[in-house]
Each structure stands twice: as structure tokens, then as C-alpha cells.
């Protein structure tokens, strides 16, 4: 279960913003999911819930902002989106695609007191 040590890290993260801007307690955090980070949300927000208690994230709100991924199709040379692994064209249904993004766990926001 690497949703651990990505809550970690994450935490991580947010206690050194925490530190650098002088915030005691952090009730909000946004995080990016892209389609194919091959993270569990549920896995995710558990985690999560545990690795911030007692930490200056405790009991903060959790909010997911999922993200599809893009690609690049080779055959119709179209920028397009994609939602899973393997997946086709949406435009001319070929498997000729370089994935450009989509596989991050990115912080977006905090929220703050």
C-alpha cells in the first residue's frame, strides 16, 4: 500500500509550509489525482486521516480534485484525454499514444487558521 509513504511524504510537505509561514493549525488540503497515479482514493483518505493526527493537519478536510490524464495519439495527431491504462483514441480509436500526464499526486491548496 503505497498510499502510506505518498501521505507521508505529503505531510511531510505540509508541515514544512506550515513551519515556513508561521500556521498553527492547517484545516483544508487539496490534492490533484491524476487517472492514471494508480492510487486508491478510499486507501488515500484513510491513510491520510491517520498519518495527520496529532500533527498541525489534524482532523483538517480532505478534498480530491481528480484530473484525466493526456496523451498524445501518434495516428491522428491529437492531443486528447484518457482515463485509464491502455486505453484508445477517443478520436480515431488507435493504441499509439505517449501519455503526457495524469500519473501525479500534486498539493493544489491549504487551508489555514
Excluded at 498553527?24 to 488540503?29: A, H, I, L, P, W
Excluded at 486521516?49 to 495527431?77: E, F, M, Q, Y
Excluded at 491502455?86 to 500519473?103: F, I, T, W, Y
Aim: charged share 25%; aromatic share 4%.
Amino acid at each position: 500500500m503505497h498510499e502510506v509513504s505518498l501521505c507521508e511524504s505529503t505531510l511531510e510537505i505540509i508541515e514544512n509550509q506550515a513551519q515556513q509561514h508561521g500556521v498553527k493549525r492547517v484545516t483544508g488540503v487539496w490534492l490533484e489525482l491524476g487517472a492514471l497515479s494508480c492510487i486508491e482514493e478510499s486507501s488515500l483518505r484513510f491513510c491520510f486521516d491517520i498519518v495527520c493526527r496529532g500533527t498541525v493537519a489534524d482532523g483538517c478536510k480532505l478534498h480530491i480534485i481528480h484530473r484525466p490524464a493526456k496523451a498524445w495519439c501518434w495516428d491522428c495527431s491529437k492531443e486528447i484525454e484518457i482515463s485509464q491504462h491502455e486505453a484508445q483514441c477517443p478520436e480515431c480509436q488507435g493504441l499509439n499514444l505517449r501519455v503526457d500526464s495524469g500519473d501525479s499526486l500534486q498539493i493544489k491548496e491549504l487551508e489555514v487558521e
